[in-house]
């Protein structure tokens, strides 16, 4: 073989080097870039489950049976997860010092006991006359007991129409015959042609049966023949607003005095004079302490300067959702926490867009973990420091896991894909989810708030709006009430009844 033909060759070979090498690189492109598509494919597709469950589904976030079935033939899922979701039993191989009790299920009531505290009308029913004499000799039968059954029963309301007479009274013998007349107790509406209680049931109707005035509007009508308009009833409420504002500025001084709150906002519709039919959408922001009451906060809108303005200085531990409207705010010594159920919220979402998906499942059933430890520490009725030490001895396993699973996952999912966005939440809001675990006082979830803007949200579906931006604070100030009393377990109407009347009289300090 000649020079100029190994030459050739090697030429030859070089561009065969070249060539796979470019087709190499070629494939790779294109492997890429199906990945790619399936990775948005799938996005896609969940996007639109996620629609078709947000319209026709269950909001439950529960794992059914299909994705306890999925765990028992994924390979890589041990069986303490699945105990953990199924019967939620030890958390670990090995057993911890204090196991962790199953969830107890509630035993069948059986027959329903109605309340004791409810009056008893009884009604004696005689036997028969032909009874009441012995068919064999023909003696008088005696009364031996009573077969006695009990039903829940209600008389309609009544109606009446208060008449109040005072007393007035003057000296016969006297020049001067001053009159003198008995005093009137102080009332919600001076002069006003309803009683307090109707006020304040017009109250309890609104905010806590979610009953719009329109509607009250007409039970009045159907059922009294009375015309209480509208505008009236609007303007009871409006006025009972405006005065507990004061007594609202003073549960948000006692508030601040604690050394925990727990915060989220909610959206309300308003009316705006701008353009008949046109509305603003505004923000009733909530804060409160697990145990106590709470007070709300309306604004026009969710910027930091709300809760801002409300916390001013205050420099405690303050829970939320992880919105960033709470970030920057307060004192230096603020320190923020997480909620452990929003996170566990959009691993669920991501097992219902795909109910093959284990890693979500998996991480969902860690999750669930957390709070069997939670409740387990409940039931055992625990101080602050005790449930601090009882957290950590059996659940700090579980949290180190979620963090590592997270950080292992995040860069191999699609960031816009159900399991990426609960990635990306759960990353970007580690540092104030693990401080659950080193603080006892401070509870796993922001649940309780949520609970407390669920009658809202309930409220808003048959009420619709607010009348005007002037109305808001006062709104807010009744809802800082009404639900301060549910959570206290104090009865609405009484406790209006109570401080109401009088109370435009009293000095504000």
Partial sequence: MNAATSDHNQEQLKRQEARIIALQGQLSAALAEVSWAHLKIQSLEETLRQERIARFGPRSENLNDLQLLLLGEEPSVTLDEVSAEAGREPL????????????????????????????????????????????????????????????????????FVQVTKREKRACRHCAERSVVAAPLAERIIEKGLVSD??????????????????????????????ELSRATMDGWVMHVGELLIPLREAMRR???????????????????????????????????????GVVFEF??????????????????????????????????????????????????DAVKVNAEDSEATQMVLRMDALFAVEREAKRLGLTHSERLAFRQENALSWVREIRAKSLELAPQVLPKSKLGEALTYTVNQWDRLARCFEDGEVELSNNLAENSMRPWAL????????????????????????????????????????????LASRPVS
């Avoid at 049966?209 to 059922?223: G, N, S």
């Avoid at 005095?257 to 923000?283: C, F, I, N, P, W």
């Avoid at 959570?487 to 009088?502: D, F, S, T």
């Fill in 459 to 502: 409220g808003r579906k048959n009420w619709l709006h607010v009348g005007s931006a002037k109305a808001g604070p006062k709104i807010a100030a009744i809802a800082s009430v009404v639900e301060s009393c549910r959570r206290l377990g104090l009865p609405v109407a009484e406790y209006l009844l109570e401080v109401l009347p009088g």
């Fill in 299 to 348: 604004a026009l809108g969710r910027g930091r300067d709300v809760a801002e303005r409300f916390l001013g200085d205050w420099a405690g531990k303050l829970q939320a959702d992880g919105y960033v409207g709470y970030d920057k705010i307060g004192g230096p010594g603020l320190l923020h926490y997480g909620c452990w159920s929003h996170g566990r919220r959009y691993y669920v």
């Fill in 254 to 292: 006692e508030l601040l005095a604690r050394s925990y709150l727990q915060a989220d906002e909610t959206t309300v519709m308003v009316q705006t004079r701008e353009k008949t039919g046109t509305q603003h959408e505004a923000y009733l922001w909530q804060f409160g302490w697990p145990g106590g």
């Fill in 92 to 159: 670990t191989e090995e057993a911890p010092a204090t196991p962790i009790r199953p969830r107890p299920r509630k035993p069948h009531p059986g027959r329903q006991q109605l309340p004791a505290h409810l009056p008893r009308k009884e009604e004696v029913i005689p036997c028969a006359p032909e009874a009441c004499q012995c068919q064999s000799c023909g003696e008088t039968t005696a009364v031996i007991g009573y077969d006695k059954s009990e039903r829940l029963d209600v008389e309609p309301a009544r109606y």
């Fill in 197 to 226: 209680r109707v006020v304040v049931d017009t109250i309890v109707k609104k905010y806590c049966d979610h009953l719009p005035l329109y509607r009250q509007e007409a039970i009045w009508l159907r059922e009294a023949g009375v």
